[in-house]
């Protein structure tokens, strides 16, 4: 499958497992990036909060997540069904093509790469009941995998297509729901791949739209 790095695909997180707060997160990377970010589109009333960006080999921005409403944490399985929460990932369209320095080629993007963000992105939101911090890697570690083999089939039949609304035109994306929220892929007509997962908040009833400005997130 064509994608960016694996590396980056998910908030940082602590050493035991919490992801890092909003405020130690900053919009510098986001300023950096040569595509508009998007994110869930006026009529969401929430909160929104920085995640992370993404860089290539060559230290460009390529992708980056938003979130929005309750920040979530990797929680035991009695209180994921109380979080509700949307985080939309922006992937820039890039060709396969030479580094800056000449020495490597960097991987094209596609909305496979946005598809497989997003679902990862899911997973490290994803704590199964009963299951310690060892069998948890283990399970993660399979669950990614899978992620990648389904991101590179977005045609097969783990998929369902859905048409939502990206800066107000009707869009396909394509549409995966699983035991612990939902995962969904599709590209903009701005030159952009849009992932996004979540839990709590339905797919169905979500928009999609640039982002005006995306300093007010500092």
């Known amino acids: 499958m064509e994608t ?5 695909a998910q908030a940082p997180a602590a050493e035991d497992g919490q992801q890092v707060p909003s405020a130690r ?12 970010w998007y994110g869930l589109d ?15 080999a060559d230290g460009a921005v ?32 890039s060709p396969s ?22 679902g990862v992105g899911l997973l ?19 669950q990614t995998e899978t992620a990648w083999v389904l991101a590179d089939d977005l045609e097969g039949p783990d998929w369902t297509s859905l048409s939502l609304p ?3 035109v009707p869009t396909p994306f394509h ?18 791949h849009v992932g996004a997962y979540g839990r709590g908040m339905s797919a169905y009833g979500l928009a999609f739209a640039k982002i005006k400005d995306i300093a007010a997130y500092e």
């Open 4 to 8: 960016t790095s694996r590396v980056g």
């Open 25 to 36: 997160r900053t919009v510098d990377g986001y300023l950096l990036a040569h595509f508009p």
């Open 42 to 56: 006026e009529a969401f009333t929430g909160p929104r909060w920085l995640m992370q960006v993404g860089t290539s």
């Open 62 to 93: 390529e992708h980056g997540s938003i979130g929005h409403g309750e920040e979530p944490s990797v929680r035991s399985e009695s209180t994921e069904d109380k979080e509700r929460f949307a985080v939309v990932v922006t992937v820039a369209a």
């Open 97 to 118: 093509r030479r580094s800056a320095d000449g020495t490597g080629l960097l991987e094209a993007t596609s909305v496979s790469s946005a598809a497989w963000l997003a």
């Open 124 to 142: 490290s939101f994803t704590w199964p009941g009963q299951m310690d911090h060892t069998r948890r890697d283990n399970w993660l570690d399979q």
């Open 166 to 168: 990206v800066d107000g």
């Open 175 to 192: 549409y995966r729901e699983l035991e612990f929220g939902w995962v969904l892929a599709g590209s903009t007509q701005e030159g952009v």
